[in-house]
């Protein structure tokens, strides 16, 4: 396996998961686990990288055919829990690029992992993501965005982007240095998660915490952020409408937020 492809994601859920047996079943590259956390089990999903993967374009972690219908097959499992919290540790590059996956709907897969979590979060199961790597484009609209609450390590590694960043300078014809100057003074454009936790997305950001080899005192620290985000989340309704209301969001997404006020009047 390649020295680029991230294994922050495994090494999150093995750590968060302790002696908690996998579920069988599912492609190798979608670990899943009922975690002990507050005192109530919790359905913890990761996608990983599997250099094994039947398809060429999944196999460094990205959530492609196999891995969109498996992420929705564990939250639907889930859900037929009364009240099971569910929790996405997201590590991922991008969805599956590649004429085979559109072929076969690749569409259609990551939106019933989307669906599920959605699904699950509007039925009253709280919904968290805890962001430990790469969090990017249709890969975190799949795995992780659906979440009543979304926190992050605050680490160099961590990004949550629409874009990976050569994608994005081939799109926009500009060099990924170009984008760089520009996420200084305009910040969707920025790629660092302390930039896009001032859109007031985040519900936290965890620091102080070794992203790459957590100790137990840092594992410690984070369990006990993602039993108090559940809690969080219990307590709120169940839409998304809490992203809007922070103070980052009405000072730094102010012009979208008079665009959906808009748009509401406009509809109703």
């Known amino acids: ?31 899943a686990a009922d975690v002990p956390l507050g005192g109530e089990a919790v359905r913890a999903i990761a996608v990983v990288p599997d250099p094994h993967n039947r398809f060429p374009r999944a196999r460094s972690g990205e959530i492609g055919l196999d891995e969109g219908w498996a992420i929705a097959a564990r939250v639907r499992e889930a859900a ?27 569409h259609l897969a990551c939106a019933a992992a989307v669906d599920a979590y959605a ?7 709280p919904v968290v993501a805890l962001v430990v790597g790469n ?7 799949a795995h992780g965005y659906q979440a009543n609450r979304v926190l992050a390590l ?22 990924v240095a170009d984008l760089e100057r520009l996420g200084e003074t305009i910040l969707p454009l920025a790629y660092d998660v302390r930039s896009f936790a001032r859109l007031g997305l985040l519900h936290e950001l965890i620091s102080g915490v070794d992203a790459d080899a957590p100790t137990a005192a840092d594992v410690a620290r984070v369990r006990e952020r993602l039993a108090a985000a559940i809690a969080d ?25 008079r665009v959906r006020e808009q748009l509401a009047r ?3």
Do not use: C
């Not at 969090?135 to 609209?141: C, D, K, N, R, V």
């Not at 219990?234 to 839409?239: F, I, L």
């Not at 409408?241 to 979208?256: F, I, K, P, V, Y």
């Open 266 to 268: 406009e509809w109703n």
């Open 80 to 106: 037929a829990v009364p009240g099971r919290p569910v929790l996405a540790i997201v590590d991922v590059p991008s969805q599956a690029y590649g004429r085979t996956e559109e072929l076969l709907g690749l």
């Open 1 to 31: 396996m390649s020295d680029s492809v991230s294994l922050r994601g495994r090494r999150w859920f093995e750590a968060l998961a302790g002696d908690a047996p996998l579920l069988p079943g599912g492609p190798a590259s979608v670990l």
């Open 233 to 257: 989340a219990r307590s709120g309704p169940p839409d998304l409408a809490g992203r809007l209301a922070s103070e980052d969001a009405r000072r730094n997404r102010a012009a979208s937020i």
């Open 154 to 175: 605050d680490d160099p590694g961590v990004s949550i982007h629409a874009m990976g960043k050569a994608a994005a300078a081939r799109v926009t014809r500009r060099s």
């Open 135 to 141: 969090a990017l484009s249709g890969a975190f609209l």
């Open 119 to 125: 699904s699950a979060r509007l039925d009253g199961h």
